[in-house]
């Protein structure tokens, strides 16, 4: 089936206000719209559908904590009520089609009941992750400028409470921006100060509200924004419409995921997260699934059979989490000796994303679980994975540390710098040929020139992954490394130019870099090396300890940046660029030439002693080696 053919049949699985009769506008390239003048809702899908397909009676919605010792399930039928009460809640504060709603929570219900409110009456919603520290909530309010935020007083980590409320205050303090209301959901565990006037309790919100029904949605008009980094301190908000993000995820449940109606599909990711977007929320939904949401971790919640347990309970089929979380669980319990505790008869699939799984681990999932290990490999800008054993439609041989081929939809090549083909095997850049499928992003809010820019004029016709790797014979396709200088910390795609632009804020750093060093369970984490102002007196163990407090407090605890240390000089190329790619092979022990451009060659073995005595390259056998939902 060509390109056309499958979206036009695709469509015909989701519901239309009104069906489209194009199927994809492309004179605008690359702001390419597939279904221009179809209406629909995403939420109606979601939940209204199904209700009048008969499962208004069946677990939409299974939410399992075990921080707060919580388990509670909403059927499809409660779930649709509880959302069109909470969209007549945004209505009745003036919130309307393409108004922004920013939404700030940890992994409760409620931040999915906010999501799909905001669907319901066409608003556009926000996700911001938790454990984001204020200054990047604040940019991402004056970036989109919300009418409402919702948030709740707290988020609950195994060891410690975070109190999300004053971190909002302080966010809406630093924005230039000023939302109208902010809905808060009050947890029991830490209850958060009201601003009269500004602040409104959800319970009592909810109390007051009248139920309304879906609002028909232009096709092409956003659902969602969700921030991701790019290599600035300016996050990218990628922008993903109703139209095609409702036909394509839908489609992939059946076709990547192997998933029917009634199964029970869990994706151990956090809603702040596209694979919290598209699949705790938005897939699973459409196609009439049971979503789980799970406040917790792999290990220490309370142990390393977390996941077993929750498998077994509700009688899980296909789960999706990032390599991270099974490196943790291998780590404690490396014999899996808690599996035999659990009945996993129901389990089908393991599907894997995030960073690139390394063998060890994708080997340890298979050996332990007995059933397919799928490594599949997409971006937040994809939406929806590009390449995919599809268990949907033919399961291919698995191939460790490979995510297979590209799902239907995408072609994937491998140019060189010159824009050509390399040759099979070979590294290079990894790109999509246009145009792209439906659901992937469509612009950068407030950023169209940068969305041209930063991902489609480099490789005219092709869009930019920021991933390189290569093709091997069998047409497999094997994703190395990010061509530019974004990391994955435990799966979390974080900017290390936005760490660098923060550490240059300390009034004694005069120069700085960030580059990831291998870890054997995060698969990578920062490490700063810091030169200081001529004259500087402080100790260098405050100015590190000062450092690591300010990266925290102002990019959140998410970017674990604890590895800092002080040189005299950095490597750099005669014409003063920073010699990043040198600096994390010597880092991480590969093989590196001395670069024929570099300014004193001496530097190089200053930074690599330094590195040294931070543990670097370690001896221990990497995790992942090759970096970077
Ligand atoms: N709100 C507030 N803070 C949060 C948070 C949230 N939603 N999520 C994480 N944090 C904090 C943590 O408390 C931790 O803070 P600390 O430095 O004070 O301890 C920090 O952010 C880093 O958290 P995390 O990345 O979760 O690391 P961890 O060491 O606590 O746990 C793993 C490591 C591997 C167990 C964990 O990363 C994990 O479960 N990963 C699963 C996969 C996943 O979710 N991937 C995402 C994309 S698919
Ligand atoms: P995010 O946008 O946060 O989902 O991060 C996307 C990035 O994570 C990709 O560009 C890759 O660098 C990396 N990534 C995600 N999944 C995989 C995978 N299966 N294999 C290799 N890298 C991956």
Redesign the pocket.
């Known amino acids: 089936m060509d390109n056309i053919d499958l979206w036009q049949e695709a469509a015909k699985d989701i519901y239309w206000y009104k069906k489209p009769d194009i199927l994809l506008d492309s004179s605008r390239a690359p702001f390419n719209r597939w279904f221009p003048d179809g209406v629909t809702n995403a939420c109606y899908n979601a939940l209204d559908l199904q209700v009048e397909q008969g499962r208004g009676g069946q677990a939409a919605l299974i939410y399992d904590s075990p921080v707060t010792g919580t388990k509670r399930q909403y059927t499809y039928a409660q779930l649709l009520a509880e959302v069109a009460l909470f969209a007549g809640a945004l209505m009745a504060r003036g919130v309307a089609k393409g108004d922004r709603v920013v939404i700030y929570m940890p992994m409760v219900p409620e931040a999915a009941i906010a999501m799909l409110a905001c669907a319901r009456i066409g608003a556009i919603h926000s996700v911001v992750f938790g454990g984001f520290a204020s200054n990047e909530l604040a940019q991402r309010i004056d970036d989109a400028t919300p009418l409402v935020i919702v948030a709740a007083s707290c988020g609950v980590e195994p060891s410690h409470l975070v109190a999300y409320k004053p971190l909002l205050d302080h966010a809406i303090e630093l924005a230039q921006h000023k939302p109208d209301y902010c809905i808060i959901l009050q947890r029991p565990m830490l209850a958060a100060e009201i601003i009269e006037g500004r602040d409104l309790d959800w319970l009592q919100v909810m109390k007051q509200a009248e139920p309304v029904s879906c609002v028909p949605v232009g096709a092409n008009e956003p659902l969602y924004i969700l921030y991701?980094?790019g290599t600035t301190g300016q996050p990218k908000g990628v922008v993903r419409d109703t139209g095609g993000s409702t036909v394509a995820l839908k489609w992939t449940m059946k076709a990547i995921y192997d998933v029917s109606p009634g199964d029970v599909y869990w994706a151990a990711s956090d809603v702040g997260?596209?694979?919290g977007h598209s699949y705790i929320v938005y897939g699973p939904l459409f196609a009439g699934c049971t979503a789980l949401m799970y406040e917790g971790k792999p290990v220490g919640t309370p142990d390393p059979g977390a996941y077993w347990r929750v498998i077994e309970e509700y009688r899980v089929s296909v789960l999706f989490t990032a390599?991270t979380a099974f490196r943790a669980i291998k780590k404690e319990d490396p014999l899996g000796e808690h599996l035999a505790e659990y009945d996993l008869s129901n389990f089908r699939a393991l599907f894997?994303?995030?960073?690139?799984?390394d063998p060890h681990t994708l080997e340890w999932a298979q050996a332990k679980l007995q059933v397919p290990v799928i490594?599949?490999?997409?971006?937040?800008?994809t939406g929806w994975p590009v390449?995919s054993n599809c268990l949907g439609i033919e399961q291919l041989p698995i191939v460790a540390g490979s995510?297979a081929r590209p799902v239907p939809g995408y072609e994937v090549r491998v140019l060189g710098k010159d824009g050509n083909a390399v040759a099979t095997g070979d590294i290079g850049a990894l790109v999509l040929k246009m145009p792209l499928p439906p659901g992937t992003f469509i612009n950068l809010w407030n950023a169209p020139e940068r969305f041209a820019e930063a991902y489609f004029s480099k490789f005219p016709g092709y869009y930019e992954?920021?991933?390189a790797?290569y093709i091997d014979e069998a047409g497999y396709i094997f994703?190395?490394?990010?061509t530019d200088d974004?990391i994955?910390v435990a799966?979390?795609?974080l900017s290390t130019g936005a760490m660098e632009e923060i550490l240059f804020d300390d009034e004694d750093v005069g120069e700085c870099a960030v580059i990831g060093v291998a870890d054997a369970v995060k698969g990578q984490v920062p490490l700063g090396l810091l030169v200081l102002n001529s004259g500087v007196t402080t100790p260098h163990a405050a100015i590190i300890a000062r450092t690591v407090k300010l990266v925290r407090d102002r990019m959140g605890p998410v970017a674990a940046f604890k590895l800092c240390t002080i040189v005299d000089r950095l490597p750099k190329t005669r014409s003063g660029k920073l010699l990043r790619g040198t600096l994390r092979k010597i880092a991480d022990g590969s093989d590196w030439n001395m670069p024929a451009t570099i300014d004193d060659a001496a530097v190089l073995d200053e930074v690599a002693i330094a590195l040294k005595q931070m543990g670097y390259p370690s001896d221990k056998p990497s995790s992942s080696g090759?970096?970077?939902?």
């Open positions: 991701t980094s997260w596209v694979v390599p894997l994303a995030g960073e690139r799984c490594d599949h490999w997409w971006q937040t800008e390449c995510p992954t920021g991933d790797g994703v190395m490394s990010r974004v994955n799966g979390h795609r090759p970096r970077s939902c």
